[in-house]
T-cell receptor, first 114, second 118 residues
């Protein structure tokens, strides 16, 4: 169990550019979540995958956002035509189906849109 | 929709003392999980403690314990013998077990920043 990893840890981009983040969940965790955390707030749910299927999307996930989880392993979150309001920490979490169903979080990707 | 409220933006405690962080939530569901997560500065969020709503007994994990009052929809976290390493943001979170309405995502409060004074 190597934990949830995310890459990159930090990203600075100019408004209008596209960015892509990667999340590697704990191996054998079939459920994967993306959250967004802005300064002074708790994380807010963006989207959820069970294996490779994206089963739920928050209304926060505008058309500029897209997420994938090919083969049910790592996941990517892409933001197109970034806006300053997209500046936030993007967190990934994973969990298994059974057991105590705890979500384990990655270190996050901090995005700054200039 | 469920909501989670943490009414204390900041708290402070002396090292070795006890502190209690408050959390209330609103839900019409009877089965759910509640969590406390800790987020140290620039470090990842880690689980502190969890409580299943169907369990009457309050959860404990070493120096951390909760006071779960289901009827009052209250879920406070008590940290005993506070240590410098306890300084962090603490988030209370709710998770529905109603799979028809959600897929297990967490609903977080805004957090409480805990400072520990030496």
């Amino acid at each position: 169990d190597t934990g949830v990893s995310q890459d990159p840890r930090h990203k600075i981009t100019k408004r209008g550019q596209n960015v892509t983040f990667r999340c590697d969940p704990i191996s054998e965790h079939n459920r994967l979540y993306w959250y967004r955390q802005t300064l002074g707030q708790g994380p807010e749910f963006l989207t959820y995958f069970q294996n490779e299927a994206q089963l739920e999307k928050s209304r926060l996930l505008s058309d500029r956002f897209s997420a994938e989880r090919p083969k049910g392993s790592f996941s990517t979150l892409e933001i197109q035509r970034t806006e300053q309001g997209d500046s936030a920490m993007y967190l990934c979490a994973s969990r298994s189906t059974g057991g105590k169903e705890t979500q384990y979080f990655g270190p996050g990707t901090r995005l700054l849109v200039l | 929709a469920q909501t989670v409220t943490q009414s204390q933006p900041e708290m402070s405690v002396q090292e070795a003392e006890t502190v209690t962080l408050s959390c209330t939530y609103d839900t019409s569901e009877s089965d759910y999980y509640l969590f406390w997560y800790k987020q140290p500065p620039s470090r990842q969020m880690i689980l502190v403690i969890r409580q299943e709503a169907y369990k009457q007994q309050n959860a404990t994990e070493n120096r951390f314990s909760v006071n779960f009052q289901k009827a009052a929809k209250s879920f406070s976290l008590k940290i005993s013998d506070s240590q410098l390493g306890d300084a962090a943001m603490y988030f209370c979170a709710y998770r529905s077990l109603n799979y028809g309405g959600s897929q297990g995502n967490l609903i977080f409060g805004k957090g409480t920043k805990l400072s520990v004074k030496p």
